[in-house]
């Protein structure tokens, strides 16, 4: 089974030349279930390519009858963010235009002025299904007569625009798989929402962070939390439904780098969640163990206390507990002293979750992030 | 009258060396009403410190009868942000280490878990300088135990660490003014919150945005919100109180620059202001014509249709009515065709307030934006 | 007539998208001189641009019987530099992979181990224009040589690819005008090399600077430097020859914007070089005044002396003489001291010829240039 | 013995603020050479300053009779390149002003208009040490001259301010060694110029780069080479001296990040060699093999042959032969085809030096440098 190749048209750029994107599709002969997969957001965070090249393959050697329902599968998913430079850095974590977060510019349909409790209302004797096709709908009509009012004189900015593109190709999925990575270094793990930690675990990986609190216009969190916010009403109105709509981000190691154990994981977590919801016809892995959450707010994190070169820090993976030496800090104090190393102990008990890529430091800068109690 | 100046360390950096605020605090014999004045805490908005400088030099020719209440003074705010450079343009519009816009970063004790309609319950029966003495202390209170809790091992992030100490700067102010300009070119105006507009008459300018909505932690928006909700929570329990705190940004011209009436505008303004709050014994100009507000969300912006050079485009301060050509866009297509010249039109009618500052664009870059109906 | 355009593949982005450049050819029925005419090699300097946008229109309009030889035009031949931003500023002055400056990175012929006596010597008593044709014949073996010299695997720089590309467009023309400007803010120039002084008058600017020594690899000094050692060599050999092959940079006005005045001279001086040198069929304008020159070592540049804001600058263009106040440097010394202004003197005569674009200064930053005695 | 400490003042930044060098300075109770460390010239090469943390530490506990000659460490050379960041990336390896690498600044005695010719004759027949003290006053004066000519109000760039203040503190000296890294990922080795070959071995390296050809105005070629000159000109007057005069560059790992192995062989070479140069009273390690040199301009560098992600590329240090694979390239195409990996083999057998720290490449960039033969 080959995919269906599409280029599409995403940025002119003022030297004529056009930025594309290309997605990759595949269809299996029954199904309606549709999975949306991305990578490389952030521009460094390219270990999400990989993965998708080793799907392209994996998927090319199925024939249409293993695959149930279609996959959209979009590497590269950010040009202008991808092909950034600064030296030789991949600096494309904000967009050189409005200085946003690429991963903070999407769209919350429960953020427009929506009357979900009338939607509940009407819908409250439906089917599962049927509210679900009813939900995304409106959804759909709200994005494209959004979509519609663009005045095209006054254009609008590529932020938007760029949103509006990946909105197009995915808001319709069922599951929204955002392959990321750390922009620094870091173990792998998986966001996960609320309600959906049962079904984090085909996945396979050891932690994850559950966001207990909305981080506002991230990719997942565009597309699930009006899902979620629905849930919520119907349970109010004593009706408890879970839909058939997920949304993960996969976070596979560290930047600037494609680590070939972290490449593994997510390749065989994403079929294993496809199996899992019956998109592949393949054997589904049983956990052995459950994925450890730990929420989003209770992230510990450790700041350079002042400016100096950092010595014999901890690398990502480590366990830690209180009291360990996390780091050394060297300075050299621009006065009478002779410079002088501190040791930076941990307050902490639990994982090193990432370390910064950058062993200076000026005083406030990220040296360290801990999962506590895991 | 001469000021006390105090330096406070602000950033250890990575070479030891110490970047530093200075303070200029100019305190009269009477009175009890603190104005807190800062400049430049975007790195390439640098009109406000010549506006400073001025203010400066005049407070000090004044003598102590004339101050009642406190000024506090802060040019250069953001030495961080001043005095970084990308070749020869100031960038330091976001922190370089987490990419937060250096406006977007500050405490609003409202986002707190705190109880304000007990307080208002509490305080309902007190005078309005009691409610707001009782106010502003829970304000300093939470705000201190927040320094308290900040543990010395895991450090803090430098936008936090940075925002701290404008707080305690200025968190007891009855009047806030921070001294912007835009980044690119632009007119001179104000924000103003809602219930304040009158006041705002006092600075003398001939546009004003009225912040109807928040937007999102900025330095003004964080300090008077709390005072905000407090005064519709009293009036939602009968009691209509204006409290004296208010807090303004003004837009000095354009970024990088120093334009002298843009510099005159602002020393004007802020005089006659103090002299209207009664903080300077001085004649105050009544103003002859009230500042022309426009809604926030009113705004209207132009991007770029596609990549291309910028011709002929109007620039700030301009009338604009509909069809008006506000620019041309040259490109230089990459296919078989010849170049040309696209006709952008006005779909509004209004003022430009503000264009940008390179001719170049790639498509969804920002053009210009119109205040519309004024 | 109409121009044959033709797409070069350029690079090869990461993600897969393609940088071109795009050439525009017109061809005389009669005559064999080329004229190659190139503009915004750096990032910001986009006027040239406009500047061929023009000439496109006018050689279009021309009929074949008016040209003799042939114009390659192209705009935008550095889609690299073009499309860099940082925020908002135009970057791209410098290659992002390896700092090197765009216009610093040429071929030239006579740096490689070739023995121009042993040329001289055969060639001595042939015509000028026999010699003309060895001399570019060795130029270009020497060329392709390198160019197939290049291992696949090994591959090259970014920078080598870009130059090779570049020179193989242009090293075979006779006259090569490369379209800058300032990228801060400038009056217009033209640079010009020792012994060309006379023909550079048609391009009827006031002023230029002349190259006394070889700085380094630019775009124009590489075409031109091995003809003006030939023409030296034959001096020695008593035998006096200009050859017909000319480089000059144009500089029109400022960066990161178009100014219609330097727009214009660039057209009307290139229409009447072309002119000028028989390659169009137009009446020449016979310049009323010759371009004055000031030597290239002999230019005058002012630096900050410490940090600050700069105020009340002389502009661009300004007449000079000794004592005249430059700028006024503003500022808030990190000690018990009240803030200062300095006055900065002019220690020298002449013309402001380009100042800088940012108002904030550290020590050492640019902050004007004045062509002496002019 | 405490080294006595002193503050520079090096830049006023535009905040007012200052940025400052601190020199380290021992001084045994006998001995006339100087040697002169500095490390972290380039802001992301930070290894060195660990080295000389643990010489200041080492040379601390020595007493005054154990050291004969003097020693001035400089950590931290550059303040302005140590603090720069673009993100989290240390991007100070150019300066933000002119774009000039850091180590490509310096004066070099010989390039200005001195008849060494007459020194030659003028110094032929009194004895080197003589000599070597008659060369370095005229060095010095020079240099003087040079400082005493600027004018105060042009004022000078901050380049060549800085390269002043590194030459006062260096010029004077017998050694100078400079503590580079890699900017990217690679094995420790040394610089080392023809004639000097000897010497480097008591650095205990197992890699050298032979300088021979002049790069540009590095640190260790401007201080050295009007020696070399000097020395090659009495060789011509039949007189063969090798000055006490050396240059040094110790290649210590990589960037942005400290290896304890690196700061190791740096301590342990530094100490031999100053022992070997009997500047300390210790046991000279005597070499077991030598340190096997590279020509400069025999390097083998590698750069993309087109955009893309590197997969499975051989790490730093990897011995290679004819035919290896060096890296996979997995490019998505923006076509009709699939996703490709190009193998990329090795045209070179020696030992991979260093390699680039970011997997994701546009067109040209680098991803690998080779020693051959070794």
Known sequence: MNPITKLI???????????????????????????????????????GNAVIYELIKFFSQLNEDTLHGEIF?????????????????????????????WNRIFWDYSHEKVNINKFVKDNLNLTKEEIQQNFLNQILIKFNNKLKSINQ?????????????????????????????????????????????????YFLFDYGILMNKYDGNAFDEAFLNPWLILEKKFIQQGRN??????????????????NQASVNKGIKGIINYLSA???????????????????????????????GIIRHRLSEGTKVTYEDVLYQLLSFPKNGDLPII???????????????????????????????HV
């Open 241 to 258: 439904i879970t839909f058939d709509v997920e949304s993960w981000t996969l976070e596979l190691g560290s930047g600037m780098t494609v």
């Open 9 to 47: 048209n995403l940025q002119t750029l003022a030297s004529g030349d056009i930025l594309q994107l290309k997605t990759y599709h595949f269809k299996g002969k029954t199904g309606t279930k549709k999975v949306y997969i991305q990578s490389n957001l952030h521009g460094g965070e390219i270990v």
């Open 73 to 101: 599968l979009v590497p590269m998913c950010n040009p202008t963010a991808v092909n950034q430079r600064n030296l030789f850095f991949s600096t494309g974590r904000f967009s050189p235009y409005d200085g946003l977060n």
């Open 342 to 372: 501190m040791e930076i102990k941990s307050v902490d008990e639990g994982i090193i979750y990432d370390v910064s890529i950058n062993d200076t430091v000026n005083q406030g800068e990220y040296i360290l992030g801990i999962f506590p």
């Open 153 to 201: 004189n006054r254009g609008i900015s590529f932020s938007e625009h760029y949103r509006n593109i990946l909105h197009s190709l995915s808001l319709d999925a069922n599951y929204i798989i955002d392959l990321h990575s750390s922009s620094v270094k870091a173990i792998d793990y998986i966001y996960c929402f609320d309600s959906r930690q049962k079904n984090a675990d």
């Open 277 to 307: 919801k019956k998109m592949l016809n393949l054997d589904v892995i049983i956990p052995q163990k459950t994925t450890q959450f730990v929420n989003k707010n209770n992230l510990k994190h450790y700041y350079a206390p002042q400016g």
